[in-house]
């Protein structure tokens, strides 16, 4: 059951087209996975589109004109569109389906360090890093707080911290005031977008902290 969910501005924005795509992604493949995120969309969208239409005066003879011309337009047969397959993964023997907004994500490059794997999927965004990471069954991410802010949506599996238990669909959103040390016992896939680099806060892995930039 999904029991963490982006709030209500967020959803507004993601509705109205100002989220960057490394989070609008985000927000599409959890609204796929969560039917109570999905009708709150369609309560947002049809709200954005009734504020619209009152704001617009609607000159019918302008209307008229663009009927005619939409008409008048000679009709051209359309193309047969063939769907595209829903991207898969593969990992630790385990084949894993993507939720629709991650199908443009092909040929994925995976890199691994102890039970982690990440295969970065988006990297043009100024600052920002989005990926798929992957940890194994028993892993765990050292403790550690964000400079930014850390974005996880999990596709599979589930995993716990400090704060909580999170399954399959739920969305987190955490802050640079957060430290949380992510463990699985079973392993999991998330989709994470973070625009700065972890630091670590407990142990050996403080020896981290000076490559922080080139590892998140």
């Known amino acids: 059951m999904i029991k963490h969910h982006p709030n209500e501005e967020l959803l507004a924005q993601y509705c109205r087209g100002e989220l960057p795509f490394s989070l ?10 969560c039917p109570e995120c999905k009708a709150k969309e ?33 009709v051209t047969k359309s193309k ?13 023997g385990k084949q894993i389906t ?16 102890g039970a982690i794997s990440r295969a970065r999927v988006i990297s043009d965004e100024e600052n920002v890093r989005a990926s ?9 991410i050292p403790q550690h707080q964000h ?28 802050s640079g005031e957060i430290n949380h040390s992510p463990k699985t016992d079973k392993g999991c896939l998330c989709y994470t977008v973070q625009d700065a680099p972890l630091h670590f806060i407990s142990g050996m892995s403080k020896v981290l902290n000076p490559l922080g930039k080139f590892i998140y």
């Open 98 to 113: 993507l939720p629709h907004a991650f199908r443009s994500f092909e040929h994925l490059k995976w890199t691994g360090f």
């Open 147 to 174: 400079k930014g802010y850390e974005l996880t949506l999990l596709l599979d599996g589930s995993f716990t911290d400090e704060h909580g238990t999170y399954s399959k669909g739920d969305f987190m959103l955490l």
């Open 80 to 92: 047969k569109i063939v769907a595209k397959q829903d991207t898969q993964v593969l990992i630790e």
């Open 42 to 74: 369609q309560r947002i969208v049809a709200s954005q589109a009734q504020q619209t239409w009152n704001g617009e005066q609607v000159e019918l003879a302008d209307f008229g004109d663009m009927l005619q011309g939409i008409l008048a337009t000679p």
């Open 24 to 33: 609008s992604i985000a927000l599409s493949a959890h609204i796929e996975m």
């Open 132 to 140: 798929l990471l992957h940890i194994k069954e028993g892993g765990e």
